[in-house]
C-alpha cells in the first residue's frame, strides 16, 4: 500500500528566503505526486503534479518539486517565500496501477513565513 | 457554480444524532471523493464514486457511514448514531477525470462535524 511522509510539523522561513518543505514516498511502481495547500478554514488547492517526464514540475504561485526516484522524494520548493505563502502542505500520492487507486496524504507541514 | 460547494460548514450533533452531509461537486465532473480529516491529520479517504456508481467504499470506519449519489451530481454522506470520535472535517472533491486518470481533485471547504 501506498504511504507519504511529511517528516517536518512545522517549517520557518523569512520572507524572501528560499524554502523547502520535504516528502518522501512509498509505492509500488511508479508513482503519481502531487502537492496540495490548505489555508485556515478552507479546502485543499492543488499545486502541481509529477505524473512522468521531466523530474522537476513547476506548479502555482511560483512553486515547484523535484521528484528523485532513487530518494523517494518530492520535495516541495520555493526560490523567495512570501508571508502569504504560509499555510498547511499536503503531499499525497497515488499509485499507478489502472483502475482506482486512492490518493494517500501526508500528514502536512505547517509552514511559516515571517516578514 | 465555480466550485465544490459543502454544506452545512459547521455542525454541532449530540451523541447518538444522525447527521447528513452534503456535497455539490462541479458540474460535469464524473468522480466525487469524500475525505475525512482529524485535527493535525492529513485528509484519511472515506469513499468514491464514479457518476452514480460507489466504486469504492474501503475507507469508511464503520457500517455508521453511508455515502450516496442517486443522479451522479450530488452526494450525500450519512452519519447515524454520532459518536465522539466522528468529530472532523469532512472533505469533498470532484474531478474530471475518471479514476485511472492523473487529474487533479478539486476540493470544497469542508463541513466541520462536532459531536458533543
Known amino acids: 500500500a501506498q504511504s507519504v511522509a511529511q517528516p517536518e510539523d512545522q517549517v520557518n522561513v523569512a520572507e524572501g528566503n528560499p524554502l523547502t518543505v520535504k516528502c518522501t514516498y512509498s509505492?509500488?511502481?511508479?508513482?503519481?505526486l502531487f502537492w496540495y495547500v490548505q489555508y485556515p478554514n478552507r479546502g485543499l488547492q492543488f499545486l502541481l503534479k509529477y505524473i512522468t517526464g521531466d523530474n522537476l514540475v513547476k506548479g502555482s504561485y511560483g512553486f515547484e518539486a523535484e521528484f528523485n526516484k532513487s530518494q523517494t522524494s518530492f520535495h516541495l520548493k520555493k526560490p523567495s517565500a512570501l508571508v502569504s505563502d504560509s499555510a498547511l502542505y499536503f503531499c499525497a500520492v497515488r499509485a499507478p496501477e489502472r483502475g482506482f487507486q486512492k490518493l494517500v496524504f501526508g500528514t502536512g507541514t505547517r509552514l511559516l513565513v515571517s516578514p | 457554480g465555480a466550485g465544490v460547494s459543502q454544506s452545512p460548514r459547521y455542525k454541532v450533533a449530540k451523541r447518538g444524532q444522525d447527521v447528513a452531509l452534503r456535497c455539490d461537486p462541479i458540474?460535469?465532473?464524473?468522480?466525487l471523493f469524500w475525505y475525512q480529516q482529524a485535527l493535525g491529520q492529513g485528509p484519511e479517504f472515506l469513499t468514491y464514486f464514479q457518476n452514480e456508481a460507489q466504486l469504492d467504499k474501503s475507507g469508511l470506519p464503520s457500517d455508521r457511514f453511508f455515502a450516496e449519489r442517486p443522479e451522479g451530481s450530488v452526494s450525500t454522506l450519512k452519519i447515524q448514531r454520532t459518536q465522539q470520535e466522528d468529530s472532523a472535517v469532512y472533505l469533498c472533491?470532484?474531478?474530471?477525470?475518471?479514476?485511472?486518470?492523473?487529474?487533479?481533485?478539486?476540493f470544497g471547504e469542508g463541513s466541520r462535524l462536532t459531536v458533543l
Open positions: 472533491a470532484s474531478s474530471y477525470w475518471t479514476s485511472g486518470n492523473t487529474g487533479e481533485l478539486f
Open positions: 458540474s460535469g465532473h464524473v468522480s
Open positions: 509505492v509500488s511502481g511508479n508513482p503519481y
